[in-house]
T-cell receptor, first 111, second 112 residues
Framework: EPEVTQTPSHQVTQMGQEVILRCVPI?????FYWYRQILGQKVEFLVS????????KSEIFDDQFSVERPDGSNFTLKIRSTKLEDSAMYFC?????????FGSGTRLTVV | SQKIEQNSEALNIQEGKTATLTCNYT??????LQWYRQDPGRGPVFLLL?????KEKRKERLKVTFDTTLKQSLFHITASQPADSATYLC???????????FGSGTRLSIRP
């Protein structure tokens, strides 16, 4: 069964550093998303991406965040200057039209 | 503001029984309602999607209902098994590809 692949599975970074989280969505999907889940809390929407541009973003997705689809397969989330409160699981997802397929996530720990 | 409530934080039932999970929402008129399963440290796994004009949908031992008047969805697992133990998430969206808003989940435990 097709999968969404995320790397790395775990990233530890110092506060103020930049991180790039990577995702390979399912190849024939057109819609891509980033979500995050702080430990013990609900899964929260960050941003959706369609046709090479952002289609919607949440209040969480401020100037610190950016997304890119640098080639035909990868989809990245960049966090420019990480804060302690950015520590969370970050999930990439892709969709065709009938439910989302999520990756296994990247656990980001900011120290 | 939009609110999604899942009936209980945790539900414990005996193997073989039917588990029923509830999702209620307010200040929202979703066109689609989805249910996901999440295991610890893993991403959500899609289970079922139901549209606002559908009353019920089934997939193997799973059944979902969607009542737009009551603003409620019920999620049933029949003949439950210990392997069904996980957190189940209700999620709403305006379209099949728009962002989905998740509830906080119900942690289901099936005891042998």
């Amino acid at each position: 069964e097709p999968e969404v692949t995320q790397t790395p599975s775990h990233q530890v970074t110092q506060m103020g550093q930049e991180v790039i989280l990577r995702c390979v969505p399912i190849s024939n999907h057109l819609y891509f998303y980033w979500y995050r889940q702080i430990l013990g809390q609900k899964v929260e929407f960050l941003v959706s991406f369609y046709n090479n541009e952002i289609s919607e973003k949440s209040e969480i997705f401020d100037d610190q965040f950016s997304v890119e689809r640098p080639d035909g397969s990868n989809f990245t989330l960049k966090i420019r200057s990480t804060k302690l409160e950015d520590s969370a699981m970050y999930f990439c997802a892709s969709s065709e039209s009938n439910g989302y397929t999520f990756g296994s996530g990247t656990r980001l720990t900011v120290v | 503001s939009q609110k999604i409530e899942q009936n209980s934080e945790a539900l414990n039932i005996q193997e073989g029984k039917t588990a029923t999970l509830t999702c209620n929402y307010t200040n929202y008129s979703p066109a689609y309602l989805q249910w996901y399963r999440q295991d610890p440290g893993r991403g959500p796994v899609f289970l079922l999607l139901i549209r606002e004009n559908e009353k019920e949908k089934r997939k193997e031992r799973l059944k979902v209902t969607f009542d737009t008047t009551l603003k409620q969805s019920l999620f049933h697992i029949t003949a439950s098994q210990p392997a069904d133990s996980a957190t189940y998430l209700c999620a709403l969206s305006y379209s099949s590809a728009s962002k989905i808003i998740f509830g906080s989940g119900t942690r289901l435990s099936i005891r042998p």
